[in-house]
């Protein structure tokens, strides 16, 4: 099984251009989570989906949007980038509160 | 509202030496504890996780973490270090039983730093 993946790895914006990061998890969870990790703050969640169709803001929504069209996928989608939401992005997901999986990250940058 | 913190920020220590670090959490209603482990460049990987029933919980490459209702802590131990344990840990907490969205809130996590 692959978990959870994350696409891209890495990615260089320039200030204003939009993008969108995709996870999928093939565990056919229901709950799937986006957080950003940034030095000194730890891990602040920015959306939430607990089933397929629905989305949920987080700690730290502003600036993304979400979609969780199909079950097994979860995007986050930045409109028009700005250098703050340079970070890496984590995409989990679970089965129940007992823990998450993790992906391996998306590290982005935007200039 | 749950909430985490982790007052050490690095943690240097010598290889083979016992490590503690420390995750007080706040919440009103009944909580689970977790410990996440990050490698460099890598994501996150659980290394133990409390539930309910016994208060010591092991997990694994030898780590073990104790829950203390009384004190909110839920602080993570090794009797002995190696220099593959250099890593960022992460204390995290979700709402208990009966949690509608188990949202993990997370802590700021802790450097461990392990020296030859």
């Known amino acids: 099984n692959a978990g959870v993946t994350q696409t891209p790895k890495f990615r260089v914006l320039k200030t204003g251009q939009s993008m969108t990061l995709l996870c999928a998890q093939d565990?056919?969870?229901?709950?799937m989570y986006w957080y950003r990790q940034d030095p000194g703050m730890g891990l602040r969640l920015i959306h939430y989906?607990?089933?397929?169709?629905?989305?949920a803001k987080g700690e730290v929504p502003d600036g993304y949007n979400v979609s969780r069209l199909k079950k097994q996928n979860f995007l986050l989608g930045l409109e028009s980038a700005a250098p703050s939401q340079t970070s890496v992005y984590f995409c989990?997901?679970?089965?129940?509160?007992?823990?998450?999986?993790f992906g391996s990250g998306t590290r982005l940058t935007v200039v | 509202a749950q909430s985490v913190t982790q007052l050490d920020s690095q943690v240097p220590v010598f290889e083979e030496a016992p490590v503690e670090l420390r995750c007080n959490y706040s919440s009103s209603v009944s909580v689970y504890l977790f410990w996440y482990v990050q490698y460099p460049n890598q994501g996150l990987q659980l290394l133990l996780k409390y539930l309910s029933g016994s208060t010591l919980v092991k997990g694994i490459n030898g780590f073990e973490a104790e829950f203390n209702k009384s004190q909110t802590s839920f602080h993570l131990r090794k009797p002995s270090v190696h220099i593959s344990d250099t890593a960022e840990y992460f204390c995290?907490?979700?709402?208990?039983?009966?949690?509608?969205?188990?949202?993990?809130?997370f802590g700021t996590g802790t450097l461990l730093a392990v020296q030859p």
């Open positions: 995290a907490v979700s709402e208990g039983y009966g949690g509608a969205t188990n949202k993990l809130i």
């Open positions: 989990a997901s679970s089965r129940d509160n007992h823990g998450y999986t």
């Open positions: 565990m056919n969870h229901e709950y």
């Open positions: 989906s607990v089933g397929e169709g629905t989305t």
